[in-house]
């Protein structure tokens, strides 16, 4: 999922919302956004404001405060499922699922491993560590 700005993430996620609602026909990509949305009720109503969401500034919050940076996780990881990469990473997704009466959960612990690498990569001005991420969501109980 490629965007120009913090802003045109924010509408597509907004656009996406709209036609699911809508229940207009959506492209692949936009599916996956949905699911993702229809999985937070709780960001729900920001989501119904439309462009007054648009300003808000979460800065620097936690993913968990965040709902954009949240779903985002979300959807950068169920991207990487179908991708299977890093490679595994789709066998421990399933894995985690099946194990979990909690799937949602799940999928919560794993964005935060995905989170700590992608600060970790940030902060010391390189790509992220596939191994080291991939050691971390085999590491979750």
């Given at each position: 999922m490629l965007v120009q700005s913090?802003?045109?993430?924010r509408q597509f996620f907004f656009e996406v919302w709209t036609k699911h609602r809508h229940a207009q026909p959506l492209e692949p990509m936009e599916r996956l956004v949905a699911e993702v949305i229809a999985l937070h009720p709780e960001y729900h109503a920001l989501l119904d404001a439309g462009r007054q969401g648009l300003a808000g500034d979460y800065g620097s919050a936690a993913p968990e405060h965040?709902?954009?940076?949240?779903?985002g996780l979300h959807i950068a990881l169920r991207e990487q499922v179908a991708a299977?990469?890093?490679a595994g990473i789709a066998q421990l997704h399933a894995q985690r699922l099946a194990n979990d009466d909690r799937?949602?959960?799940?999928?919560?612990r794993m964005i935060e491993c995905l989170a700590e690498e992608l600060w970790r990569?940030?902060?010391a001005g390189r790509l992220p560590d596939e191994a080291a991420y991939l050691v971390a969501l085999r590491a979750l109980d």
């Open positions: 913090r802003d045109s993430a965040n709902p954009f940076l949240h779903m299977d990469r890093p799937p949602h959960a799940a999928e919560h990569a940030q902060s």
